[in-house]
């Protein structure tokens, strides 16, 4: 998942917090089953502290990436171009905060498999792999965090688990889907989408006929509601009713509207292709060195990966998925802010204030009194629910002013006069 605070160009997922509808309907089943400890074995090899974090261009995404590879080639799939499944792609990171102008050179690979079935009509499937190593891009959500491994379980070993459980399914089902499947596993994303732009350059000229995608970004951490988001509904207009008919019994559906979102089918609805995105909601762990394969509810995951191979297997059905543009578009943008008070949020998704998980010395919270454990509730008279609405009121501040800001301290509330 890439939600990096400073880089955040994401409108969708402010939608996608509002939203929040109860659907109920009948459980398919298909003969076929996902198997939990395929999903477990993937998950823990990947997000071992052996692979270091999977950074992009580093040593355990190469590592990764063999591993995927041969997990395709077990399969007897195809690769998508040239001999290998690996595909190699290459951008720049700006690493130093003070200097706009230096980037370093990234090389990353996607590993992409084809299942042929000979068919005119493809679906992509797809989830990244890479993560943030030890937070040498500065992704990091923990304060002082460098140097340690950021495993990267649910984001997004989880999704690439899936895929290949995805690809193992219909590889090996004996009925012959009239649509091939194209098995995508990115790099590059926590840097800004970087390896699905790239497959999506040219996936209209390799396969003309591709008809959709389905990503999956961080599906391990089904909580006690069973709430699922389900993204890119609005992209097309059979998709609302298609996820409401194959919806697993036991799951809460939250659906989004946008083709724009913080992962990767971004890139793909970009090129006008109709779109899902699953996600299970950010957590306590996102983006730290404790999203690890031991917190993933793996019963979970199974259940999210069944109903995305029914999906993938009713589209493959349809006569017609006629895209559409959703509202949102990608040039609208997340609130600008100029200000900041020198804190590293959290993402987990409350509704009663947003936790501070660090605050970096000598900045505005730290010289108010603001303490790490806080929870921010009121910037001004703006209210702070979650990191959206934080972002929403600093937007409204300009660089020398004083705000009282409030925040709840063992469950006291408390008001520090902060200089920004
Ligand atoms: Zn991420």
Redesign the pocket.
Known sequence: ???SINKLKLVSTLSLLGISALYYSQEKTNPEQVNEDNLKKHIYFLASDELQGRLTGSEGETKAANYLSAEFKKLGLKPYEGKEFIQNFEYGVKLNPHDDKTSTAVKGKNVIAVLDNKADKTIVIGAHYD??GLNEHH?STLANSDGQIHN?AD??ASGTAAVLELARLFSQNKTKENVNYIFALFSG??DGLMGSKKLAETIKTNYPNTIFMINM??VGRLNKDNNLTVGGVGTSPILSDLVKKYKPESINLSLDESGVGPSDHTSFYLKDIPVLFLFTGTHND??KPTDDADKINYTGQKIITNYVFNLANALGNEKEIPFTKTAVTATKAVPKYKVSLGIMPNYADTKDGMGIDGVIDNRPAANAGILQGDILTKIGKCEVKEVYSYMDCLSKIKAGEEHPVTVKRNGEEKVFNVKF
């Open positions: 998942m890439f939600l993560h943030l992704n990267g984001d997004n994303e926590e970004d961080m996102y983006h």
